[in-house]
């Protein structure tokens, strides 16, 4: 080989060895435990606010019973975390190999978990824009439908024309219910949110798609390598968080479409409106009663999604996760003031449906 040759067989070897980096077990383990830490801490409040499908009828109804079977969520949860405690004592204990090996254990789990609870997710989703953008209360008259928002109070409309119209006051009646103006004032809002709301349910199944495409392609026998397991994890929680962006824009159409639910929290005595014959009454949140106007938590000005009463109850718990809080721990200290003495509650506490809980100790196994 000429001097031409042997100084280009050197050029490319140092090119090459410029790509290629040796990486020993140890620093893989330490850079698999870096990565699991940051994935367990994010999905805590995920795997217990939503433990298993359907929510509420999948869990039993006994605290106890709620304690010893959290749901499959939850106990996949724990032994993943217990698998990954095991490879830190292995890391720790400077056993590189088997810390690696239970920390990819650990990583094999958590893809299978999310995986399922990715689905989770964009079906609730789904199924909570959908609500939102129908009617809540059938029997209501006042109570419609985007769509029918859209279509009787847009530019021209008849109602659109009565709101307009000028009159003369008291001689000339009013041709509409005043307490249908704000779907005036909020039409184009609700229409932005419903768009905004299935745009990011799309790329969240989109999302969910590709990551669940990653190996397909793998021949028979072979298996995914830690980096393609990394990718496809990420991907499904990319589907999640788009997900979680949805739920947000269903809050906000039904605060938009029923901004008068709140009437309790600005009543002194905390009840709701007398309205149509209606009776007032305090009404029952999560199981508790109370004067909610004295409520040291409950702040109109900026909300606390488990007090908004526009929002169905039943979509509190969606709402309360997409701001990644923990459903039970807010209801916990907001509504049954967890961190408050006996006798010195802010307030009285009028109804509970779960007293024997109001003073409990969160539960150390979770």
Not at 276 to 293: C, K, L, R, Y
Not at 319 to 338: I, P, Q
Request: aromatic letters at 10%; glycine letters at 4%.
């Amino acid at each position: 080989m000429n001097r031409k040759g042997i100084t280009f067989a050197l050029i490319l070897s140092l090119l090459a060895a410029s790509y290629v980096k040796a990486e020993s077990v140890g620093e893989k383990a330490y850079e698999k435990r870096n990565e699991l830490i940051l994935i367990l801490r994010k999905l805590r409040p995920m795997v217990y606010n939503f433990p298993c499908e359907p929510l509420p009828e999948c869990l039993p109804k006994d605290i106890n019973e709620q304690r010893a079977n959290p749901g499959v969520n939850v106990t996949k949860y724990r032994d993943i975390k217990r698998i990954y405690q095991e490879g830190l004592i292995y890391l720790f204990e400077r056993n590189f190999i088997n810390s690696y090996s239970r920390f990819l254990e650990a990583q094999a789990r958590l893809d299978n978990l999310l995986e399922g609870l990715s689905q989770q997710y964009i079906d609730r989703t789904e199924i909570m824009i959908r609500e939102s953008i129908e009617r809540k209360n059938p029997n209501d008259p006042r109570d419609t439908s985007v769509v029918d928002i859209s279509i009787d109070y847009g530019p021209n409309s008849k109602l659109r024309r009565d709101f307009d119209k000028d009159r003369e006051i008291p001689t000339d009646v009013r041709r509409y219910d005043p307490r249908n103006y704000h779907y005036v004032e909020n039409k184009y809002r609700i229409e932005a949110n419903m768009k905004k709301g299935y745009e990011m349910l799309g790329l969240a199944k989109q999302a969910r798609l590709d990551a669940v495409q990653i190996g397909r392609e793998l021949p028979a026998g072979r298996t995914l390598s830690p980096r393609q397991l990394q990718k496809r994890i990420e991907g499904y929680l990319d589907s999640i968080e788009l997900a979680r962006k949805a739920k947000l824009n269903a809050e906000f159409i039904f605060a938009l479409k029923y901004p008068y639910e709140n009437y309790y929290m600005l009543n002194p005595t905390g009840k709701t409106e007398a309205l149509d014959g209606e009776q007032a009454e305090i009404p029952t949140i999560h199981g508790v009663q109370m004067n909610w106007s004295k409520n040291p938590y409950a702040f109109p000005k900026k909300l606390h999604p488990i007090f908004d009463l526009r929002v169905p109850e039943k979509w509190h718990r969606d709402t309360v996760d997409a701001r990644e809080m923990r459903f039970d721990d807010e209801v916990d200290v907001n509504l049954r003031f967890r961190y408050h003495k006996e006798g010195q509650k802010p307030v009285e506490i009028l109804k509970d449906e779960d007293g024997k809980n109001l003073n409990s100790k969160p539960n150390p196994g979770l």
